[in-house]
């Protein structure tokens, strides 16, 4: 059985959400969301290593801290869109479109 989470992606990436960019709102809100519980560290060069936990893998490093942002975003998507392709689970972002999910 398929998670929620992961009907919503596909829904979504499949092109079946349309009018008003409703789909690439959600996806980007689920992305925002998942990006709230990145996690950084100083690597031994004085770079910025960002991450996101729950997307394995999905990172990014730079001179400056402010600059992962938008590397880590383009990461995040990448991700999807390799999951979503090979059939995987996404995991559940506890607060997505403002709607939070219980006992996450």
Excluded: N
Aim: hydrophobic fraction near 40%; charge should be neutral.
């Amino acid at each position: 059985m398929r998670h929620k989470a992961y009907e919503h992606a596909c829904y979504i990436w499949c092109g079946e959400a349309t009018g008003h960019g409703k789909g690439v709102r959600m996806l980007t809100e689920y992305i925002q969301a998942a990006m709230r519980g990145r996690t950084f560290e100083v690597r031994p060069d004085g770079a910025f290593c960002v991450e996101i936990p729950s997307f394995w893998g999905a990172y990014a490093h730079a001179k400056r801290l402010e600059t992962c942002g938008t590397p880590l975003h383009e990461a995040a998507e990448g991700w999807i869109v390799l999951g979503l392709h090979f059939g995987d689970l996404l995991p559940v972002v506890r607060q997505v479109l403002g709607l939070a999910i219980p006992g996450l």
